[in-house]
T-cell receptor
Framework: GQQLNQSPQSMFIQEGEDVSMNCTSS?????WLWYKQDPGEGPVLLIA?????ELTSNGRLTAQFGITRKDSFLNISASIPSDVGIYFC????????????FGKGTLLTVNP | DTGVSQDPRHKITKRGQNVTFRCDPI?????LYWYRQTLGQGPEFLTYFQNEAQLEKSRLLSDRFSAERPKGSFSTLEIQRTEQGDSAMYLC???????????????FGPGTRLTVL
């Protein structure tokens, strides 16, 4: 079963607000990935993190790989309506680096 | 560079029928993965190929499921004697080796939505 705890489960925000979501694990992960999924489509990669402490940005998105290697967060600044979707964290563990474990997702709704 | 493609995008079938899905990975990606996603959940790992070799199968992949990648390029996932519990989105992803011992960046296709009546 899934081992990543992703929160919050859903968020309703106003356009222009900043958003933060996070993912925690009871196990050490050596890679964290953040994906966005639109209805009826596959997940689209947003940011990949490979080292503990790493902070990476992709436009208005910023993600960090936690120092303990058991957590990661994703921030979205100045949200816009097209940010609507489900955001998933995913990670891989030492010795299973081909297998991604996903969180249950955060549903983001942006009110214009 | 085209992305991962999957066919069909949607499949409706009756319980007990066999279905087959196809995945074409990003060209020159030597690793290919299948995941299953049910409503309200994240994708769950099913199986993984490096070139034509199937290297791991999840316990989720019962003996009614079989996956192949005969020439190390496209892959097929077949479900025999479908059950209503097989209804899900079946996602394919591909990657190329980033560096030894590390996790590759997996790129997903649009998925095949299976509905078993």
């Amino acid at each position: 079963g899934q081992q990543l705890n992703q929160s919050p489960q859903s968020m309703f925000i106003q356009e222009g607000e900043d958003v933060s979501m996070n993912c925690t694990s009871s196990s050490i992960f050596n890679t964290w990935l953040w994906y966005k999924q639109d209805p009826g489509e596959g997940p689209v990669l947003l940011i990949a993190l490979y080292k503990a402490g790493e902070l990476t940005s992709n436009g208005r998105l910023t993600a960090q790989f936690g120092i303990t290697r058991k957590d990661s967060f994703l921030n979205i600044s100045a949200s816009i309506p097209s940010d609507v979707g489900i955001y998933f964290c995913a990670g891989s563990r030492q010795g299973s680096n081909y297998k991604l474990t996903f969180g249950k997702g955060t549903l983001l709704t942006v009110n214009p | 560079d085209t992305g991962v493609s999957q066919d069909p995008r949607h499949k409706i079938t009756k319980r007990g029928q066999n279905v087959t899905f196809r995945c074409d990975p990003i060209s020159e990606h030597n690793r290919l993965y299948w995941y299953r996603q049910t409503l309200g959940q994240g994708p769950e790992f099913l199986t993984y190929f490096q070139n034509e070799a199937q290297l791991e199968k999840s316990r989720l992949l019962s003996d009614r499921f079989s996956a192949e990648r005969p020439k190390g390029s496209f892959s097929t996932l077949e479900i025999q004697r479908t059950e209503q519990g097989d209804s899900a989105m079946y996602l394919c992803a591909s990657s190329t080796v980033r560096e030894a011992g590390s996790t590759d960046t997996q790129y997903f296709g649009p998925g095949t939505r299976l509905t078993v009546l």
